[in-house]
């Protein structure tokens, strides 16, 4: 098991270009988010997909767009990179299920992250 | 105010000490509470979670939830080096189609050897 796999690892792009970012996961679930991490800003959500066929703004979304690709892939394009997009952005998956007393958990599992660089 | 609160550190301890982390939230519909650590250039996993409020223990770390003070805790028992990373507490509404967490900023915790 890979778990949530993401490429590239680094980009360097210069202001303008276009680039997408891959993350795929064969954990059979059925959510899949994109975050960005920030100096002193925390994780912040991009956009998500509850279930293949759906996607939903998250908190951030301007500048970038999503694609559900399947049940395994969920990618992350920015069509014209601005250096305020320099970050760290993380994919993550889940599945909901129920654990007894502890209801119904949804607990999300990330990838190893892609730093991108705009200039 | 921000949703959910956490003191970004650094903290810095000797090896075998207690830390405690701590995180305050303002939305009362927080149902699921987490805690996620983070190596140095790693992505975040789920360390533990807790449904509602309580406690709840797992080999040297143990997670408290106070609702009533809207107050959640970690804290690590004979801290260790490896134990060095940033803690990061998330939690979630219950009910519904809502999957989104709400993250703190995180807390860097060193511990010297």
């Known amino acids: 098991n890979a778990g949530v796999t993401q490429t590239p690892k680094f980009q360097v792009l210069k202001t303008g270009q276009s680039m997408t970012l891959q993350c795929a996961q064969d954990?059979?679930?059925?959510?899949m988010y994109w975050y960005r991490q920030d100096p002193g800003m925390g994780l912040r959500l991009i956009y998500y997909s509850a279930s293949e066929g759906t996607t939903d703004k998250g908190e951030v979304p301007n500048g970038y767009n999503v694609s559900r690709l399947n049940k395994r892939e969920f990618s992350l394009r920015l069509e014209s990179a601005a250096p305020s997009q320099t970050s760290v952005y993380f994919c993550?998956?889940?599945?909901?299920?129920?654990?007894?007393?502890?209801?119904?958990?949804?607990?999300?599992?990330f990838g190893p992250g892609t730093r991108l660089t705009v200039l | 105010q921000k949703e959910v609160e956490q003191d970004p550190g650094p903290l810095s301890v000797p090896e075998g000490a207690i830390v405690s982390l701590n995180c305050t939230y303002s939305?009362?519909?927080?149902?699921?509470f987490m805690w996620y650590r983070q190596y140095s250039r790693k992505g975040p996993e789920l360390l533990m979670y807790t449904y509602s409020s309580g406690n709840k223990e797992d080999g040297r770390f143990t997670a408290q939830v106070d609702k009533s003070s809207k107050y959640i805790s970690l804290f690590i028992r004979d801290s260790q080096p490896s134990d060095s990373a940033t803690y990061l507490c998330a939690m979630k509404r219950s009910g519904g189609s809502n999957y989104k967490l709400t993250f703190g900023k995180g807390t860097l915790l060193t511990v010297n050897p």
């Open positions: 939305n009362s519909a927080f149902q699921y």
């Open positions: 954990m059979n679930h059925n959510s």
């Open positions: 993550a998956s889940s599945a909901i299920y129920f654990a007894g007393t502890s209801g119904r958990l949804d607990t999300q599992y």
